[in-house]
């Protein structure tokens, strides 16, 4: 009798256990999807954030384009002054020159026709340079230390116009 016991208490475990599977597998088959309504919310949600993110981005891409134009001036007029040591009786000297003396690898967007002149402290004069877009930066005159101690942002409206530096032969 004991054992018929055992028997029934478990068969009847198991029809629990099946009968639990049933209906979790009946649960899961209501599951519906995402409703229209919910959808829209989700796109609408990704659109703000988008509407936010977009324009920051862009903003940072234009001051970094700005200050990688801002970096490759300072490399010209480190570049000149080891040209100027090696070439004291020089008072001035050009891109190209500086690339094909070895003193410079690469102009980055500096034009090959800038000039850098020997003064106390050496200038840099170029042309207006398109940094991102129609937006642009000259360099008139300007040191090392304008270049580094300009703060304008590459987002914003120009064009800019860093020196017009007082220097000594």
């Known amino acids: 009798m004991n054992e018929m016991n055992e028997l029934n208490e478990s068969n009847e ?3 629990k256990g099946a009968n639990h599977m049933k209906k979790m ?3 899961l088959k209501n599951q519906k999807g995402m409703t229209l309504i919910e959808l829209l919310a989700v796109i609408v949600i990704l659109a703000i954030v988008a509407a936010i993110a977009v324009p920051a981005i862009g903003n940072i891409i ?3 384009r700005y200050n990688a134009v801002k970096a490759d001036a300072t490399n ?4 000149a002054q080891l040209y100027f040591t090696d070439n004291s009786s020089e ?3 050009n891109i190209e020159e500086l690339i094909d003396q070895n003193f410079l690898e690469s102009e ?18 170029t042309n207006a340079i398109d940094y991102s877009g129609n937006k642009k930066v000259t360099f008139n005159n300007a040191t090392l230390k304008q270049i580094n101690d300009d ?3 590459g987002s914003e409206e120009g064009p800019f116009t860093i020196g017009t530096a007082t220097t000594t032969p």
């Open 13 to 15: 475990m198991t029809n």
């Open 151 to 153: 703060d304008n942002k």
């Open 62 to 64: 234009e001051n970094s």
């Open 91 to 93: 008072t001035e000297v």
């Open 25 to 27: 597998k009946q649960l």
């Open 76 to 79: 010209v007029l480190s570049s």
């Open 108 to 125: 980055g967007k500096i034009p090959t026709d800038a000039v850098v002149k020997k003064a106390s402290p050496n200038t840099l004069t």
